[in-house]
């Protein structure tokens, strides 16, 4: 059984801030869990837009506070988000990410499961690493 706190997570290296500042990210399950999916709670800032491209991997997101939107570049079609609002990005969708009026809180699930030291490339996408050493050396 795994146990973790969200208060024992912020500091340490699950604590994973945007470069850009964007955004935060507490990683809960990573693949070395040996989960099959990786767990992540995330909050967006407010008035913050982030490209993003998950290209090697499939996410789903469930927003429990906050308010913001997602912009499906395929489609141009922009979807509020809030409270209760899920999103799965179930065709690797290019799409922004922006934060409203007031930060969002996300629950996000990736499958396969992240090591924990991904980072965005130039393209908004993670790369696909395949080993956890591989993941302490990228870092």
């Known amino acids: 059984m795994i146990v973790k706190r969200l208060q024992d997570l912020i500091g340490t290296d699950a604590d994973v801030p945007a470069e850009n500042g ?43 506070a906050g308010n913001g939107e997602i912009e499906d570049l395929e489609t141009g079609k922009i979807h509020k988000i809030s409270d209760g609002t899920m999103y799965a990005l179930n065709g690797h969708e290019r799409h922004l990410l922006r ?28 790369p696909l690493i395949e080993d956890d050493d591989e ?5």
């Open 99 to 126: 934060g409203g009026s007031e930060d969002m809180r996300m629950i996000c699930v990736f499958n396969p499961p992240l090591t924990g030291r991904e980072v965005h490339d130039e393209n908004g996408v993670y």
């Open 22 to 64: 964007n955004w935060v990210s507490r990683r809960f399950l990573l693949r070395k869990d040996g989960m099959g999916f990786s767990f992540h709670d995330t909050t967006i800032k407010a008035g913050t837009e982030t490209y993003i491209h998950y290209a090697n991997h499939l996410e789903a997101v469930y927003c429990v």
């Open 135 to 139: 993941a302490t050396s990228a870092a």
